[in-house]
């Protein structure tokens, strides 16, 4: 079975400045690696996704993750943040021999500040 | 775009009645699900469907069960609602491999 681990609950950040999500997980298998956005009142939204390939992985509205196999980690970045990414993001993870099913971490709320 | 409905926003049930919520999706999708999200916890599995007539428990599928009598449509049941089902409901469909897409999500409250 696979496992996320989001390492921070909440993160509070000023308007313009990077931000970091950390993400770490857990498996015996080759995994398929996720992050997904989930705006106030919304369903989730796909970021982005590792599925092979290199190792940095661009997404949407300017977010960016890399995925590092030796510390089972997959951590979200964005340069410099707006007000609009407040948001609750979540890390998920699925072994390539089941790949249908889905493992999601607790979330990770960012609060953007001007 | 793919689209994923989720008949209901909010719904505000009593303890003991049954419940339904529908979820439809209209790309042909194969696979479906339901999860559950509550504060602290993330999304968890409740079941999961990958044709018509067939389903699979998920992590969770203690009070619930489902229906899928149609492709486009997958239905959650609480046979007997309880307050400790009070949570966010969301839908999913994919069609292949991971790439999942969601619905809005039903706010259950069950008083």
Not at chain 1, 70 to 83: A, D, E, G, N, Y
Not at chain 2, 19 to 45: A, S, T
Not at chain 2, 77 to 84: M, P, R, Y
Request: with cysteine.
């Amino acid at each position: 079975a696979q496992s996320v681990t989001q390492l921070d609950s909440q993160v509070p950040v000023f308007e313009e400045a990077p931000v970091e999500l950390r993400c770490n997980y857990s498996s015996s298998v080759s995994v398929y690696l996720f992050w997904y956005v989930q705006y106030p009142n919304q369903g989730l939204q796909l970021l982005l996704k590792y599925l092979s390939g290199s190792t940095l992985v661009k997404g949407i509205n300017g977010f960016e993750a890399e995925f590092n196999k030796s510390q089972t980690s997959f951590h979200l970045r964005k340069p410099s943040v707006h007000i609009s990414d407040t948001a609750e993001y979540f890390c998920a993870v699925s072994a390539l021999s089941n790949d249908y099913k889905l493992s999601f971490g607790a979330g990770t709320t960012v609060t953007v500040r001007a | 775009d793919v689209k994923v409905t989720q008949s209901s926003r909010y719904l505000v049930k009593r303890t003991g009645e049954k419940v339904f919520l529908e979820c439809v999706q209209d790309m042909d999708h194969e696979n479906m699900f339901w999860y559950r999200q509550d504060p602290g916890l993330g999304l968890r599995l409740i079941y999961f469907s990958y044709d018509v007539k067939m389903k699979e428990k998920g992590d969770i599928p203690e009070g619930y069960s489902v229906s899928r009598e149609k492709k486009e449509r997958f239905s959650l049941i609480l046979e007997s609602a309880s307050t400790n089902q009070t949570s966010m409901y969301l839908c999913a469909s994919s069609l292949e491999g991971s790439i999942q897409y969601f619905g809005a999500g039903t706010r259950l409250s069950v008083l």
